[in-house]
């Protein structure tokens, strides 16, 4: 039997989207998504996991930052069209309310990346308990060992106020 209730991990898109954008706009979105700790790996979404990741390389190459620039580098890594397209990212800027807001868009983004994590967390101890592949002692300490790394991963969680 199947769960009727379909869960969504914890996301914002619009968020995600937002501080793209900002960050295309403005030098100082840059700083303030860096000031949050914000990394690719808290983009829910692949796509901008991608356009987050030529952002930061423009900026390690001390590169302009714009959309152009952006669809550019994606178009060189041949990552365009999984990054969603020229046409789309050439509207993130659209997409941005304001750029003064960055930093709240990216703690946002931190945040729900680290309640995706603890929510994947919580679902390896339980198909643990379910699966139960070692003695009940074993599995407390592996269910405490993935809490751990919860945790120890979990430095920008602290700066949102997760932990």
Known sequence: MTDPVQHVLPQSIEDEEAILGAMMISPVAIDRAEISGLEARHFASESNRLVFGAIQTL????????DLSVKALLSDRRQLKAAGGGARILTLCDKCPAAANAREYATRIVKHAVLRALVTTGTMIAALGYEHPD?????????????DELSDGGASAAKVGIT
């Open 59 to 66: 900026v390690e190459r001390g590169e302009g930052v714009d």
């Open 135 to 147: 003695e009940p002692a074993e599995l407390v300490a592996k269910a405490g060992q993935l809490v």
